[in-house]
């Protein structure tokens, strides 16, 4: 067997009380690495087994400072998301502002233009 077939037959082999296949317990009889995969996944189910033990217990008053912390990040994002659409806005007006300046310039420029060209014709 190879090691990599053998490392993914590990957990199965632990976590069932099933004996062990003979080729499998024969490599990690003879593998230095398959035996110590063996034994860090033996180390990380005994720490897993030791979470199961462990209760925190929450601080008073943990749950309102909790509530409070997420109703003020919720006013936040809705203060931000509010200036953002603003922002819009104000780039739009400016921009509407800016194309109105530029007609009237234009309409401006052509009135001049004309005339100019009226009063030539009068004076010829």
């Known amino acids: 067997m190879r090691c990599e077939e053998v490392a993914l037959l590990i957990p199965s082999t632990l976590d069932d009380d099933a004996?062990?296949?003979l080729p499998v317990q024969s490599h990690v009889?003879?593998?230095l690495r398959c035996q110590a995969e063996l034994a860090r996944y033996r180390r990380m189910?005994?720490?897993l087994q030791l979470l199961r033990t462990q209760f925190l217990e929450?601080?008073?008053g943990l749950l309102g400072l909790t509530l409070a912390?997420?109703?003020d990040a919720s006013e936040q994002h809705a203060i931000r998301s509010l200036l953002n659409k603003r922002r819009v806005?104000?780039?739009g007006a400016i921009g509407g502002a800016v194309a109105a300046a530029?007609?009237?310039a234009a309409i401006i420029a052509v009135q001049r233009s004309r005339r100019r060209a009226a009063t030539a014709?009068?004076?010829t």
């Open 29 to 31: 009889e003879s593998c």
């Open 102 to 104: 530029g007609a009237a």
């Open 58 to 60: 929450p601080a008073p």
């Open 89 to 91: 806005a104000y780039a």
């Open 69 to 71: 912390a997420i109703g």
């Open 121 to 123: 014709l009068a004076t």
């Open 45 to 47: 189910l005994r720490g």
């Open 19 to 21: 004996p062990v296949a």
